[in-house]
């Protein structure tokens, strides 16, 4: 089969789940950003929270903006996944219901809420303390580059993973400002996040296996 663009795509059979049933702006947001899917990871940042809680006081505005965060980095990543995956996803034909394929939600639409995202997840950052500030960039970049990582890489499971590994490490640097003491800790936790989401994102991607390997995704 060749790649995307010279011929038709090989066609893999499932179903993409995990969506929200009903047609209005909301609800189709909700599903391109797999809404759900933010909920379930969003533990992870406040486990860094509860880590930092036992070195320093947590605010509730802390909280909020350690939650506000998450939130709205997540959604850049799946907004800009789902962007960068369209054609994919079309061919494909467990994600061919997708927003940006069936014309739910335009282009435009979804790059406006990958750029709004992004800076609501910077001023979210600015607002906790300058470390954050500063690595909140180098963060951002990693969790896009995410979407181009089965194109030349074939950890591309261990890149999710250390992606989700930044979130409790954010959560308690948002709290205290500084790596943890001794350092060694805060390593074993995001490296416990980091095994934890390679191994179940691995099983995740078994569903597309045949249609990967026929259009040289990694």
């Not at 790596?179 to 989401?197: D, I, K, M, R, Y």
């Amino acid at each position: 089969m060749a790649p995307i663009g010279d011929q038709d795509l090989n066609v893999t059979i499932g179903v993409d789940g995990q969506v929200m049933v009903g047609e209005s702006l909301p609800v189709r947001f909700a599903n391109f950003v797999k809404l759900p899917h933010t909920i379930f990871a969003l533990p992870f940042a406040l486990l860094g929270v509860v880590y930092a809680s036992f070195h320093a006081t947590v605010t509730v505005g802390q909280l909020m903006l350690v939650t506000l965060a998450f939130t709205s980095a997540r959604i850049a990543a799946m907004g800009f996944n789902r962007i960068v995956d369209r054609r994919f996803d079309a061919a494909n034909a467990r994600t061919s219901n997708r927003e940006l394929v069936q014309g739910t939600l335009t282009l435009t639409q979804a790059k406006w809420a990958v750029l709004s995202s992004s800076a609501l997840f910077l001023i979210s950052a600015w607002f906790l303390n300058p470390l954050c500030f500063v690595l909140a960039p180098v963060a951002l970049a990693w969790i896009l580059t995410y979407s181009y990582t089965k194109r030349f890489t074939n950890m591309t499971q261990l890149w999710l993973g250390a992606s989700l590994a930044i979130a409790p490490v954010g959560g308690y640097l948002a709290v205290t400002g500084s790596w943890s003491q001794p350092p060694w800790t805060l390593l074993v936790l995001a490296f416990a996040v980091l095994t934890w989401v390679a191994a179940f994102d691995t099983f995740y991607a078994l569903q597309d296996e045949e249609f990967d390997r026929a259009n040289g995704l990694r």
